[in-house]
């Protein structure tokens, strides 16, 4: 299985506990204090590098850094951690994107993000010659994209699919983007769309979880799956709607908790699993990444998950 992740692509200086903010020109002091790997994109290249393991493919990343220190950092963090850097971009005349996460004492995160050369990534980013490399393309944080969002994301999946790959989508809520007309011209083009389910309302409207479901799979996506949090997970494809209980665990933070069910629904799914096996299977993957802090030092292999999920 050989894997191109793209889109957004940060450094995450990650501070803990954060559950209120000094007033101005004032101060707080905080117990811990980590900058790792960050970015929806980035951080499911590292989730599919665990799965698929360095004997059995290739997970690579594509998107926009700074030609700066932390872009440097990056680079050489990602390369450790098993992922294909080749196609990240150095882009000289903007910084590398930094998103400050919030850590509150209940483990749930809050975001403060620069963009930086994220905003330069755009669809000749993308080339034929590039995609034509991978099996499967995963496109994270879309709507954070201003050159990739849209129809200009759309052009970059339709192209994936006459190409013979697989697509997958996985947002963040950034309002303003984030919208329906950043998002649903995707989906005719995408096989697993993968919102929480306030991302999915934002993109597809209001509604229940049957609702929201029904909406995606009649966009033409051939999975659709939604993330509750403590309520597990639904998955959808064709006739079949699937629950799967969440797996509790004392969690650290819950920074990375998505891209690692994403990246596990894509990796379950790839394998021709049923929808009950990769929605345990993403949970317990999701539920993994929580007990360690940061995005990605909690990404675990296959072999880990399945002893996990039980």
């Not at 980035?42 to 997970?59: D, K, Y």
């Not at 990404?299 to 998950?305: K, L, T, Y």
Request: charged share 15%; net charge negative; glycine share 12%.
């Amino acid at each position: 299985m050989n894997v191109l992740s793209a889109g957004f692509v940060c450094g995450d200086l990650v501070l803990a506990p954060v559950d209120d903010l000094p007033p101005i020109g004032g101060n707080r002091f905080v117990e811990q204090a980590a900058l790792t790997i960050g970015g929806c994109a980035a951080n499911a290249a590292v989730g599919f590098a665990r799965l698929i393991g360095p004997s059995r493919g290739r997970a690579a990343l594509a998107g926009r850094i700074g030609a700066d220190p932390l872009g440097h950092l990056l680079q050489a963090a990602l390369a450790a951690a098993g992922v294909d850097i080749g196609p990240l971009l150095e882009t000289p005349h903007a910084a590398t994107a930094i998103n400050t996460v919030l850590i509150a004492s209940n483990s749930e995160r809050s975001f403060y993000v620069y963009p930086g050369a994220c905003a330069h990534l755009g669809p000749d980013d993308l080339p034929d010659s590039l995609l034509r490399q991978f099996d499967h393309l995963h496109l994270g944080a879309i709507g954070a994209l201003p050159g990739l969002a849209g129809e200009a994301a759309a052009e970059v999946a339709r192209r994936a699919h006459s190409l013979g790959l697989s697509t997958s989508l996985d947002i963040t809520l950034n309002p303003p983007r984030d919208t329906a007309a950043d998002v649903t011209p995707l989906l005719p083009h995408i096989d697993l769309f993968l919102p929480n389910v306030n991302e999915a309302r934002a993109v597809l409207g209001e509604g229940d979880v049957a609702t929201l479901l029904g909406r995606g799979l009649g966009r033409g996506v051939r999975l659709m799956g939604l993330k509750l949090g403590e309520a597990g997970c639904w998955l959808a494809a064709g006739d079949q709607r699937v629950h799967a209980p969440a797996l509790p665990v004392a969690a650290v933070d819950t920074v990375g908790a998505g891209d690692a069910w994403s990246v596990a629904v894509v990796y379950g799914w790839r394998q021709g699993w049923p929808l009950a096996e990769i929605g345990r299977f993403a949970n317990a993957a999701g539920a993994l990444a929580t007990l360690q802090s940061g995005a990605t030092e909690g990404m675990a292999s296959v072999d880990a998950i399945h002893s996990f999920a039980g």
